[in-house]
């Protein structure tokens, strides 16, 4: 079992900053991706950036020059930095991690981004 805990959500000005923490915990897993996705009112959730466990990142086309993705060394928690933000990336975003030899995925809580034009 996996837990997901996120931290760092807020509001914010349009043209601001924000940076999201996620923090896995659990034993005996390893993970294959972590990431993002948000989702806002009335919308579908939808991929905003990932990372392997090899370090390769994928983001969304809308969040692509604005948004970055990243780990620490151990591999447990994964940030998303999120620059230039726009009230069209007002949303609650949801860390997730897929791990092990199932792929089992596993969703955080999720935090609200608030930004305001």
């Known amino acids: 079992q996996v837990q997901l805990v996120e931290s760092g959500g807020g509001l914010v000005q349009a043209g601001g900053s924000l940076r999201l923490s996620c923090a896995a915990s659990?034993?005996?897993?390893?993970?294959?991706?972590m990431g993002w996705y948000r989702q806002a009112p009335g919308k579908q959730r939808e991929l905003v950036a990932g990372?392997?466990?090899?370090?390769?990142?994928n983001y969304a086309d809308s969040v692509k020059g604005r948004f970055t993705i990243s780990r620490d060394n151990a591999k447990t928690m994964v940030y998303l930095q999120m620059n230039s933000l726009k009230p069209e990336d007002t949303a609650v975003y949801y860390c997730?991690?897929?791990?092990?030899?199932?792929?089992?995925?596993?969703w955080g809580q999720g935090t609200q981004v608030t930004v305001s034009s």
């Open positions: 997730y991690t897929r791990v092990g030899i199932s792929d089992a995925l596993y």
């Open positions: 990372i392997t466990g090899t370090a390769n990142r």
């Open positions: 659990g034993s005996g897993f390893s993970i294959n991706v």
